[in-house]
T-cell receptor
Framework: DGGITQSPKYLFRKEGQNVTLSCEQNLNHDAMYWYRQDPGQGLRLIYYSQIVNDFQKGDIAEGYSVSREKKESFPLTVTSAQKNPTAFYLC??????????FGDGTRLSIL | SQQGEEDPQALSIQEGENATMNCSYKTSINNLQWYRQNSGRGLVHLILIRSNEREKHSGRLRVTLDTSKKSSSLLITASRAADTASYFCAIFLSSGGGADGLTFGKGTHLIIQP
């Protein structure tokens, strides 16, 4: 089955630690996205990538970094510079202008 | 803000009733999309309506778009308990280097009472 897979489902971060969230898709989509969702809120765009080896900052990129070395993969690193990282993180992919396909998210908490 | 804004924020109805939620936005759009999110899960696409369309149907879902009022509505007919979820509208902009994905509203939380 084609789809988008995020791992892990739950992740815990210690103070001063970087953590990486995985996102893999086998839909052959060029575009991939990372969103952050806080309780009772909508989605805010962190980073997006339209093509391999290229990515752009979204509305709330500070404290986050990404890479796009392969079409299928778009990992997100939450760095120690992100002071309020506790949130639900969603990865999506699409053909540009078409509906986005979402993974089931990673919930990040601080120890 | 360019994002869509849903109304109401929360809606509770009896099973079998119809549910209507609205979305307003502030700029010209290429298309408007509705998504559903079950608790703790990712979003699932429901319907895409283009700026030159006025109404679309998919099963028990009906979406309307009024570009003159910059608003859209999602109607769920004959609601079921399984329709309990949050519903988001998302706008895809017409211009402005628009490769930055969709802009989502904060959602309407729909509860269907059995």
């Amino acid at each position: 089955d084609g789809g988008i897979t995020q791992s892990p489902k739950y992740l815990f971060r210690k103070e001063g630690q970087n953590v990486t969230l995985s996102c893999e898709q086998n839909l052959n989509h060029d575009a991939m996205y990372w969103y952050r969702q806080d309780p009772g809120q909508g989605l805010r765009l962190i980073y997006y990538s339209q093509i391999v080896n290229d990515f752009q900052k979204g509305d709330i990129a500070e404290g986050y970094s990404v890479s796009r070395e392969k079409k299928e993969s778009f990992p997100l690193t939450v760095t120690s510079a992100q002071k309020n990282p506790t949130a639900f993180y969603l990865c999506a992919s699409s053909i540009m202008g078409q509906p986005q396909h979402f993974g089931d998210g990673t919930r990040l908490s601080i120890l | 803000s360019q994002q869509g804004e849903e109304d109401p924020q929360a809606l509770s109805i009896q099973e079998g009733e119809n549910a209507t939620m609205n979305c307003s936005y502030k700029t010209s759009i290429n298309n408007l999309q509705w998504y559903r999110q079950n608790s703790g899960r990712g979003l699932v696409h429901l319907i895409l309506i283009r700026s030159n369309e006025r109404e679309k149907h998919s099963g028990r879902l009906r979406v309307t778009l009024d570009t003159s009022k910059k608003s859209s509505s999602l109607l769920i007919t004959a609601s079921r308990a399984a329709d309990t979820a949050s519903y988001f509208c998302a706008i895809f902009l017409s211009s402005g280097g628009g490769a930055d994905g969709l802009t989502f509203g904060k959602g309407t939380h729909l509860i269907i009472q059995p």
